[in-house]
């Protein structure tokens, strides 16, 4: 993965959050894409955190959205490796987190798995 491609990639995910912009946010995703967050397994109840599919990822965002009166998602950094990236930001109420995105060739994410920081002591 080129440097180039991954800043583009990680700023259309943050705009589209941080415009509310759901259509252009499930555009950047496979249809068949996995999807793991702490936040899955405590809103749904599933054990493993893992949605499947474009479907379950759109009531997931939607249902985030919702309960976003605002969205002000921060770049911080962008990792690469060959065919993946993770974007750090700053989340909700400033909170570090990170997606790391796996990538098919015709740049569509095909897994994402979202970490969000932990307060350290």
């Not at 068949?32 to 997931?60: D, H, M, W």
């Not at 098919?104 to 350290?120: D, E, F, G």
Request: with cysteine.
């Amino acid at each position: 993965m080129q440097a180039e491609q991954a800043l583009h990639i990680a700023r259309t995910w943050l705009d589209a959050w941080n415009n509310r912009d759901l259509i252009a946010l499930l555009d950047l995703y496979d249809d068949e894409v996995e999807f793991q967050s702490p936040f899955v397994r405590e809103l749904y109840k599933v054990p493993n955190g893992i949605l499947k599919g474009k479907e379950g990822l759109t009531a997931y965002f939607r249902k985030g959205l919702a309960a976003l009166p605002e969205v002000n998602f921060q770049l911080e950094n962008v990792l690469i490796s060959v065919d993946t990236l993770t974007v750090y930001y700053r989340s909700v109420n400033g909170t570090m987190s990170a997606e790391m995105m796996w990538l098919s060739p015709q740049n569509r994410i095909t897994k994402a798995i979202a970490c969000y920081a932990v307060p350290t002591v």
